[in-house]
């Protein structure tokens, strides 16, 4: 098993993947990426990878990551594709993330030789964060979750049940309102996560939130944490979920990646009861900005960022800094 790193999302499974042997895929010397930023990155088994990010940068590899082809849709250059979903070998969803109209997603079914654009952003003040998937059950499409900020005080919330071809809004009326300055980070995608019925999302800005629907999006509350936050540049950029009880947030400060939170904050948080109460982890050294993070296995969790990566064997509670380069995702 590889694990990409990039300078995004497969969809998810309901049992967890035991990524124990995994090793990386460089994509620093893919043909023709420039100065492009890339923040989505998705796999599919052992060889097929796909990365993306700005400058309208899409490319895909059937070889774990040996040789690349440029696969973007045309005519978007100017987007900035922050996440990406698999739903199998051909059925590719693309998510780029930019204020209202520039937010859209794009989907192929044969591999990327041809897309299709079945969402562009309509609602003033609309800027994609992320999407994610629960597998297809029982004949059914695989229903994804896509979150947004919104200019109505809310979030912006879309979902499909038809694997991604169309979406209608959920949780309306019930999602609590944000905080004036809150809102979500499309940093790599995964500010959102679904697991069956349950979903949740994280937000940050003046304030680190965690909303959770345990119905498939019609109801929702939401939790504080002890991550860092207050200013537009703070908060939780990433949230896994073992389970529908265990999980972990990461995130902190982009605008000061190396400055470590006061001591009652934190960048990186642990759950044990579905999200509702937040445990800030420990750590031999101050834990600086993250932007992504997963479970590998049921104990391994990984979290990546500019100062590298972090490592915790014990599902989340404690961490290992293991100082490199720089990464904004992985899968």
Request: glycine share 14%; hydrophobic share 35%.
């Given at each position: 098993?590889?694990?990409?790193?990039?300078?995004?999302?497969?969809i998810?499974?309901?049992?967890?993947?035991?990524?124990?042997?995994?090793?990386?895929?460089?994509?620093?010397?893919?043909?023709?990426?420039?100065?492009?930023?890339?923040?989505?990155?998705a796999?599919?088994?052992?060889?097929?990878?796909?990365?993306?990010?700005?400058?309208?940068?899409?490319?895909?590899?059937l070889d774990?990551?040996a040789?690349?082809?440029?696969?973007?849709?045309?005519?978007?250059?100017?987007?900035?594709?922050?996440?990406?979903?698999?739903?199998?070998?051909?059925?590719?969803?693309?998510m780029?993330?930019?204020?209202?109209?520039?937010?859209?997603?794009?989907?192929?079914?044969?591999?990327?030789?041809?897309?299709?654009?079945?969402?562009?952003?309509?609602?003033?003040?609309?800027?994609?964060?992320?999407?994610?998937f629960?597998?297809?059950?029982?004949?059914?499409?695989?229903r994804?979750?896509?979150?947004?900020?919104?200019?109505?005080g809310?979030?912006?919330?879309?979902?499909?049940?038809?694997?991604?071809?169309?979406?209608?809004?959920?949780?309306e009326?019930?999602?609590?309102?944000?905080?004036?300055?809150?809102?979500?980070?499309?940093?790599?995608?995964?500010?959102?996560?679904?697991?069956?019925?349950?979903?949740?999302?994280?937000?940050g800005?003046?304030?680190?939130?965690?909303f959770h629907?345990?119905?498939?999006?019609q109801?929702?509350?939401v939790?504080?944490?002890?991550?860092?936050?207050?200013?537009?540049?703070?908060?939780?950029?990433?949230?896994?979920?073992?389970?529908?009880?265990?999980?972990?947030?990461?995130?902190?400060?982009?605008?000061?990646?190396?400055?470590?939170?006061?001591?009652?904050?934190?960048?990186?948080?642990w759950?044990?009861?579905?999200?509702?109460?937040w445990?800030?982890?420990?750590?031999?050294?101050?834990?600086?900005?993250?932007?992504?993070v997963?479970?590998?296995?049921?104990?391994?969790?990984?979290?990546?960022?500019?100062?590298?990566?972090?490592?915790s064997?014990?599902?989340?509670?404690?961490?290992?800094?293991?100082?490199?380069?720089?990464?904004?995702?992985?899968?």
């Open positions: 098993m590889t694990l990409g790193l990039a300078p995004a999302a497969a998810p499974q309901e049992e967890p993947i035991d990524r124990s042997g995994t090793q990386q895929i460089s994509v620093s010397e893919v043909a023709g990426l420039g100065e492009a930023s890339l923040r989505g990155v796999q599919w088994g052992d060889r097929i990878v796909w990365i993306s990010g700005s400058a309208g940068t899409v490319r895909r590899s774990g990551g040789t690349w082809s440029d696969v973007a849709p045309q005519d978007s250059s100017e987007l900035d594709f922050r996440d990406i979903a698999i739903l199998d070998p051909d059925t590719i969803l693309l780029s993330a930019g204020p209202d109209e520039a937010s859209r997603i794009y989907k192929t079914s044969d591999g990327g030789a041809s897309w299709r654009r079945v969402l562009q952003a309509t609602t003033a003040g609309a800027f994609f964060n992320g999407f994610d629960t597998a297809a059950t029982g004949g059914a499409g695989a994804g979750l896509l979150t947004s900020d919104s200019a109505d809310r979030l912006l919330l879309l979902q499909t049940e038809d694997d991604g071809e169309t979406w209608q809004r959920v949780g009326t019930s999602l609590p309102p944000l905080v004036d300055g809150e809102a979500g980070f499309a940093a790599s995608g995964t500010g959102v996560v679904t697991r069956g019925a349950h979903s949740w999302i994280a937000t800005g003046a304030a680190a939130r965690v629907s345990q119905d498939r999006g109801q929702w509350n939790y504080p944490t002890p991550m860092v936050s207050g200013s537009p540049s703070q908060g939780i950029f990433s949230i896994a979920f073992l389970d529908t009880d265990h999980g972990v947030i990461v995130g902190g400060d982009y605008q000061n990646p190396d400055a470590a939170p006061a001591a009652d904050r934190g960048s990186i948080a759950t044990d009861d579905g999200g509702h109460r445990t800030l982890a420990t750590s031999d050294q101050p834990v600086e900005q993250k932007a992504c997963r479970y590998l296995s049921e104990s391994l969790v990984l979290a990546a960022g500019r100062s590298g990566l972090l490592v064997r014990d599902g989340g509670h404690h961490w290992e800094i293991q100082p490199g380069p720089a990464y904004y995702a992985f899968d």
